[in-house]
T-cell receptor, first 115, second 116 residues
Framework: GNSVTQMEGPVTLSEEAFLTINCTYTATGYPSLFWYVQYPGEGLQLLLK?????DKGSNKGFEATYRKETTSFHLEKGSVQVSDSAVYFC??????????????FGQGTRLTINP | NAGVMQNPRHLVRRRGQEARLRCSPM?????VYWYRQLPEEGLKFMVYLQKENIIDESGMPKERFSAEFPKEGPSILRIQQVVRGDSAAYFCASSPPVGGGNEKLFFGSGTQLSVL
């Protein structure tokens, strides 16, 4: 079946540190891959996505590359800020049915950035 | 344009009571999804609805849970005779009508259900 496994948290870093949050997946077919972010008290927001192998999604300084050979979609940022503190979810789109998505999420990684 | 609105934000119920969770999708969105997040776990798909139709309910427990998305008004997730194991955050998401695929999902802030 389809599943997503994320690096366990919580992760605590100092401001300007380099960030990597690992994400691997198992899927049938060729899913799209996503990173969502959840800030305290808010809903999930799409951070970035990649729809095919070797695609790189990027947004707000975050990047992730769709690696089919390693079934991974690791999230990276070169220099984190306190405002990046949030919970990050890796997800895959299991199918499209009637034009819509069905997402399978990882368990989430809580990130805290200290000044 | 208001985002996806869920209410209430927090809902407390005693075992055996009913819980009703509401979700108003973004304006113009005709697809609604419900997800559940148990403590320390990721979001799990429950059900996908279009107006007046349930398209995929493969993630819904077979008993006590139901969902609707009427022609007028919000989508409702209903849990009858709640048990402690139903305590979780319930998220609603919506997306626009069919386009080229990979429509972006917009999530609400969730309803935190606590069963005493």
């Amino acid at each position: 079946g389809n599943s997503v496994t994320q690096m366990e948290g919580p992760v605590t870093l100092s401001e300007e540190a380099f960030l990597t949050i690992n994400c691997t997946y198992t899927a049938t077919g060729y899913p799209s891959l996503f990173w969502y972010v959840q800030y305290p008290g808010e809903g999930l927001q799409l951070l970035l996505k990649a729809t095919k192998a070797d695609d790189k999604g990027s947004n707000k300084g975050f990047e992730a590359t769709y690696r089919k050979e390693t079934t991974s979609f690791h999230l990276e940022k070169g220099s984190v800020q306190v405002s990046d503190s949030a919970v990050y979810f890796c997800a895959l789109s299991a199918y499209l049915i009637q034009g819509a998505q069905k997402l399978v999420f990882g368990q989430g990684t809580r990130l805290t950035i200290n000044p | 344009n208001a985002g996806v609105m869920q209410n209430p934000r927090h809902l407390v119920r005693r075992r055996g009571q009913e819980a009703r969770l509401r979700c108003s999708p973004m304006k113009g969105h005709s697809h609604v999804y419900w997800y559940r997040q148990l403590p320390e776990e990721g979001l799990k798909f429950m059900v996908y609805l279009q107006k007046e139709n349930i398209i995929d309910e493969s993630g819904m427990p077979k008993e006590r849970f139901s969902a609707e998305f009427p022609k007028e008004g919000p989508s409702i997730l209903r849990i009858q005779q709640v048990v402690r194991g139903d305590s979780a955050a319930y998220f609603c998401a919506s997306s626009p009508p069919v386009g080229g695929g990979n429509e972006k999902l917009f999530f609400g802030s969730g309803t935190q259900l606590s069963v005493l």
